[in-house]
Nanobody, 118 residues
Framework: QVQLVESGGGLVQPGGSLRLSCAAS????????MTWYRQAPGKERDLVAR??????????DYADSVKGRFTISRDNAKNTMYLQMNSLQPEDTTVYYC?????????WGKGTLVTVSS
């Protein structure tokens, strides 16, 4: 079964940048959505950014809190999606998870911790 592995988290100062990666161990066919979520302990999971895959061209959606600061993208040749995060703020601190869905399966990673602190 295909595994998703997130990487790129770490400690960054406010105003800094990080790029998260989500690498799949193999190809996932007929993808419907590719999503970054974040979830703090004891809180609900929040959608951060999403790619909706369409034959006519991908569509991207962002949470209002990250619009203009975060950018989601994918590299099909590398079976990897990314989350470029700029102008990070302390409230962005939490664990980030990637999720990929097709008609049959929902694939999850184990998360990568992002800490924004001076």
């Amino acid at each position: 079964q295909v595994q998703l592995v997130e990487s790129g988290g770490g400690l960054v100062q406010p105003g800094g940048s990080l790029r998260l990666s989500c690498a799949a161990s193999g190809r996932i066919f007929s993808i419907n959505t590719m999503t970054w979520y974040r979830q703090a302990p004891g809180k609900e999971r929040d959608l951060v950014a999403r790619i909706i895959v369409r034959d006519s061209g991908d569509r991207t959606d962002y949470a209002d809190s990250v619009k203009g600061r975060f950018t989601i993208s994918r590299d099909n040749a590398k079976n990897t999606m990314y989350l470029q995060m700029n102008s990070l703020q302390p409230e962005d601190t939490t664990v980030y998870y990637c999720d990929v869905k097709n008609a049959i399966m929902n694939y999850w990673g184990k998360g990568t911790l992002v800490t924004v602190s001076s």
